[in-house]
């Protein structure tokens, strides 16, 4: 497994991936489908924050991605970053996940950043298992904040410190 800053052409794999967890899953609180320009203009906007766009690449299919943003445009939580990790279901289990976290964290950890922040949906077992794995804690759950397929959702936050 080769992890890797995600480059134009890895966009239409990022693209169904993405797409797939907004159509079926409530991992993501998102109900509308995107096209490439817009996972080109995502990409795009992260990258000019300077924040990773990290794909996982396994006999040259990307099996995942991950990437993260500012918590909360305050100057304060400058030092914070919340991240988001997808995996396609054929490459599910293979540590993918947990490569592209780990990456991220040692990203972070070299901008500087101090905390690291997952949203989790409640019901996200694997999400939940697959951060607390790797250190991140429970320190927050807001009841009923989202709402998808019919239903009220709550929201985990896990965090870990990574840096000084
Ligand atoms: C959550 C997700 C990213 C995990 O990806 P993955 O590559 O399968 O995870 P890994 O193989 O790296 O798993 C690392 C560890 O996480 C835990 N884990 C991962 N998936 C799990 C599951 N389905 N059930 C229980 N534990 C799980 C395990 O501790 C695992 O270690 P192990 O395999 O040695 O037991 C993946 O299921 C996914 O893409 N789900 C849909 C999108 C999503 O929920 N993203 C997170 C949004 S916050």
């Not at 080109?40 to 990290?54: D, E, G, I």
């Not at 298992?129 to 759950?141: D, S």
Request: hydrophobic fraction near 45%; proline fraction near 1%; charge should be negative.
């Amino acid at each position: 497994m080769i992890i890797r800053d995600a480059v134009d052409g890895d966009l239409e794999t990022v693209r169904r991936i993405y797409n797939r967890a907004v159509a079926a899953t409530t991992a993501i609180w998102n109900e509308t489908i995107v096209d490439l320009d817009d996972r080109r203009r995502w990409a795009a906007t992260r990258r000019a924050a300077w924040h990773p766009v990290l794909v996982a690449e396994i006999d040259g299919a990307v099996a995942g991605y991950g990437s993260y943003g500012d918590f909360r445009a305050f100057d304060g939580y400058r030092h914070t970053c919340e991240h988001s990790v997808y995996v396609d279901e054929g490459f599910r289990r293979r540590g993918v996940a947990r490569a592209l976290v780990e990456a991220l964290e040692a990203r972070a950890v070299a901008a500087g950043k101090h905390t690291m922040i997952a949203g989790i949906e409640a019901g996200n077992d694997a999400s939940i298992a697959l951060h607390a794995a790797l250190g991140f804690v429970e320190v927050g759950r807001l009841p009923q904040v989202g709402r998808k397929f019919d239903r009220w959702l709550d929201l985990v936050f896990m965090e870990k410190i990574v840096g000084d």
